[in-house]
Every structure is written in structure tokens, then in C-alpha cells.
T-cell receptor, first 112, second 112 residues
């Protein structure tokens, strides 16, 4: 098992550009989520999904879109990047009856 | 809403015990977690405790939960340089679905 895989590891964007952060897990987990990590603020939930075809907003959803067409993949889209979206992004997944959240290694995004 | 707080920094000498503290506001917490983040990496689950327990020990790690004061602590015995990292507490709560609320993280520095 590879666990939770995120790509890319690093990305630099210009303001207004769009991009998709990829997340895939091979553990057949129903629950997947995206967090952003900013200094002194811990991790904040952006969007989450409890299964294929189902997504919901977290604490800080504005400026981000998600979709869940398969159990394995949960991409995060930035439609028009802003400097305020400079952050480290983590994808995480969990099995239905499992208390443990598994994290990817993160994507460091800079928006200039 | 729910809120989880931690002190930002802790410095200890190698071989000493470290105690990292966390306070939370939601009285309907179900599970409380401790995660470790090493530089450039994702979060790794260290241990977790169900809210009806008051202590859990796992090798060098001891988790204490005081539900009355809504206080969670992580004690690391015989702290080593490899324990230097950021430690996050997190909680899930009744009615919160699968969402975790994270603290701001405590940076532990272990000095020789």
C-alpha cells in the first residue's frame, strides 16, 4: 500500500492561475479530506467527502472546489489562485470504522 | 464552535520528560488525538484516547485526559533528539461527523 499520495510536492502559481492538487489513496477509504496548514493556525478543513459522489464544505472552503468521482481520488481545484492561498495543503483519508486519519506528505503552494 | 488550543513552543533537554498540553472547549468530544509532524512531512498519528478514558500509555508516551477541565496532555518519557517535531492535538465530537478539529501545534525542541 502506498497510503495517501499527493502531487505535486511543490507548486508556484501566479495570481489568477488555476491548478488542481491531486490526492489518491489505495486503502479503500470512504472518507477523504483536504486541510491547509498555516503558521500559528494549525490545520483547517477545506472540504471533505464521505464517499464517491458526496462532498461537503469544511471550515475554509472559499476559493476551492472538489469532486469525488471515485473512491480513490479526491482532487482539490483552485480556480483563480490568490496570494492568501499560499499554504501547505494536506490530504487525509480514513476508513469508515477507523478512528485514525492517514495523511499525505503535503503540497507546498506559493501564489505570487 | 469547537476550539482547541496549545502553547506554541517547548524546549527540553535530551533524556528529560516532555509534557505537551492541550485544552479544548467542546464537551461532546468523542476521540482525542496526538499527531506528530516532522519537517517537510505529513502528520503521523502517535496515539489517541476515547473520551471516556482518563489515561492511556504506549511505550514512552502517556496521554492524560481531564474531562472536567477539558485538558489533554502528552508526556514523552526520556525525550530524544528524534522527538523534535511539531505536535498537534485534535478532537472529534458528537455531531461533527468525521471531522477533526486541530490545535495550533506545539513545536518541541530537544537540546543536547
Amino acid at each position: 500500500n502506498a497510503g495517501v499520495t499527493q502531487t505535486p510536492k511543490f507548486q508556484v502559481l501566479k495570481t489568477g492561475q488555476s491548478m488542481t492538487l491531486q490526492c489518491a489513496q489505495d486503502m479503500n477509504h470512504e472518507y477523504m479530506s483536504w486541510y491547509r496548514q498555516d503558521p500559528g493556525m494549525g490545520l483547517r478543513l477545506i472540504h471533505y467527502s464521505v464517499g464517491a459522489g458526496i462532498t461537503d464544505q469544511g471550515e475554509v472552503p472559499n476559493g476551492y472546489n472538489v469532486s469525488r468521482s471515485t473512491t480513490e481520488d479526491f482532487p482539490l481545484r483552485l480556480l483563480s489562485a490568490a496570494p492568501s492561498q499560499t499554504s501547505v495543503y494536506f490530504c487525509a483519508s480514513r476508513g469508515e470504522d477507523d478512528e485514525k486519519l492517514f495523511f499525505g506528505s503535503g503540497t507546498q503552494l506559493s501564489v505570487l | 464552535g469547537e476550539d482547541v488550543e496549545q502553547s506554541l513552543f517547548l524546549s527540553v533537554r535530551e533524556g528529560d520528560s516532555s509534557v505537551i498540553n492541550c485544552t479544548y472547549t467542546d464537551s461532546s468530544s468523542t476521540y482525542l488525538y496526538w499527531y506528530k509532524q516532522e519537517p517537510g512531512a505529513g502528520l503521523q498519528l502517535l496515539t489517541y484516547i476515547f473520551s471516556n478514558m482518563d489515561m492511556k500509555q504506549d511505550q514512552r508516551l502517556t496521554v492524560l485526559l481531564n474531562k472536567k477541565d477539558k485538558h489533554l496532555s502528552l508526556r514523552i518519557a526520556d525525550t530524544q533528539t528524534g522527538d523534535s517535531a511539531i505536535y498537534f492535538c485534535a478532537e472529534t465530537f458528537t455531531g461533527g461527523g468525521n471531522k477533526l478539529t486541530f490545535g495550533t501545534g506545539t513545536q518541541l525542541k530537544v537540546e543536547l
